[in-house]
Structure formats: C-alpha cells, structure tokens
T-cell receptor
Framework: GAVVSQHPSRVICKSGTSVKIECRSL??????MFWYRQFPKKSLMLMAT?????????EQGVEKDKFLINHASLTLSTLTVTSAHPEDSSFYIC????????????FGPGTRLTVL | AQSVTQPDIHITVSEGASLELRCNYS??????LFWYVQSPGQGLQLLLK??????LVQGIKGFEAEFKRSQSSFNLRKPSVHWSDAAEYFC??????????FGRGTSLIVHP
C-alpha cells in the first residue's frame, strides 16, 4: 500500500517551454502533497506544500509564478514549470501524506527534467 | 524548529560486513523519526519509522534503528550488508503534522 506515482519519469524540453509533472497517490487519499527538488549529491529541498482544494504554500525563495502547483483532488497534484530555463534542470520528487494525521510521507519515483 | 544531522557524507563497507549510519536530531520533545533509502535516479523508499513505544525499530530489507533519547540519536543498522544496499540514505525528523526535516544524506558504498 501507499504507492505514489509520478509522470513523466524524465522529460527533455526546450528553453522557454512549460512542463507539467503529475503526482498521484494510487491506493490512498492524500490531503497533503509535497514537491521537492533535489540537486546532484544534495538532500531534498522542499519547494511547496500542496493541500487539496486550497492554494499551495511555497517555501522561501521558490517562485510561485514559475512553479505552479495544483492539487485538484485527493489523489492528484501537478507541478508546472513555466518558461523553463536550463537552471531549472533537476530531479523533482513529490510525496504524499495520508489523511490519517500521521506525518509519514510516501515518495514518488521522481522526474528528471532537462531543459536545453 | 527541529533539525537533523547526518555526520557521514560517505560510508564504505565490504559486502557481508555490518553497517551503522548515524543520525542525530535536535528537538525538545520526542520527535517522529524516519529513515529513507534512495537508489540512483529513484524516489525515496521508507525503511522504518519511530513514533513511540519500543525504541528498537525493525524495518524492511533487514534494517533496524534504535532511538536513544539521551544521545538524541536514531542510528540505522544492518548486521550484514548486501551489494544491493548501495544507495543514499536519508534520516528525517518530524513532529506531529509538521513537515519532516531531512538530513543531507549518507552515501553507502559497498565493496565486493
């Protein structure tokens, strides 16, 4: 149980285009989903917390107009990188927390974004 | 605010040897503690967690961790390492509904 999927697993795009990444909880309802960015050999950097039906809460330094997050249902959150640039190239990981109140996060497999 | 420290960036062990990965946390009360493993190019997989109760926690893949309040530690152990255990290991500390804080990770290298 507690499986989280991400799509796509890797994407290559041209500079200036927008890319959407989907995060789904497959066998549980997730009232809260998290989006992380991970640089090579680095720990996870929390970008934003997304609650179903409300606006995402962004961490300091994360541009909310560039990284659009939509948590439309209890099983789906999307991250859209708008007008992507090479410096946005990274590994993006989502996680979901069950609605039981416990703070165990279940992680998706990640999406490798490369912006040319 | 809570914090977590993984003092070792890299750990190298021989296959079959025992393993201990260190994790220290800073928080006033008893936190929720987690260990995750990340294989290259993959997301994080939960190995084990501690919320309360028995301080020795058993996880998947033969891992265990022990919560020591006096030392503010939650070290991960495995008696005999397999080559497939080579990965990045992250310790995390959370409190209730707060977002867990992750350590910087420890890279485990396994020699044949």
């Amino acid at each position: 149980g507690a499986v989280v999927s991400q799509h796509p697993s890797r994407v290559i795009c041209k500079s200036g285009t927008s890319v959407k990444i989907e995060c789904r909880s497959l066998d549980f309802q997730a009232t809260t989903m998290f989006w992380y960015r991970q640089f090579p050999k680095k720990s996870l950097m929390l970008m934003a917390t997304s609650n179903e039906g409300s606006k995402a809460t962004y961490e300091q330094g994360v541009e909310k107009d560039k990284f659009l997050i939509n948590h439309a249902s209890l099983t789906l959150s999307t991250l859209t990188v708008t007008s992507a640039h090479p410096e946005d190239s990274s590994f993006y990981i989502c996680s979901a927390r069950t609605s039981s109140g416990a703070d165990t996060q279940y992680f998706g497999p990640g999406t490798r974004l490369t912006v040319l | 605010a809570q914090s977590v420290t993984q003092p070792d960036i890299h750990i190298t062990v021989s296959e079959g040897a025992s393993l201990e990965l260190r994790c220290n946390y800073s928080y006033g009360a008893t936190p929720h503690l987690f260990w995750y493993v990340q294989s290259p190019g993959q997301g994080l997989q939960l190995l084990l967690k501690y919320f309360s109760g028995d301080t020795l926690v058993q996880g998947i893949k033969g891992f265990e961790a022990e919560f020591k309040r006096s030392q503010s530690s939650f070290n991960l152990r495995k008696p005999s390492v397999h080559w497939s255990d080579a990965a990045e290991y992250f310790c995390a500390v959370g409190v209730g509904s707060y977002i867990p804080t992750f350590g910087r990770g420890t890279s485990l290298i396994v020699h044949p």
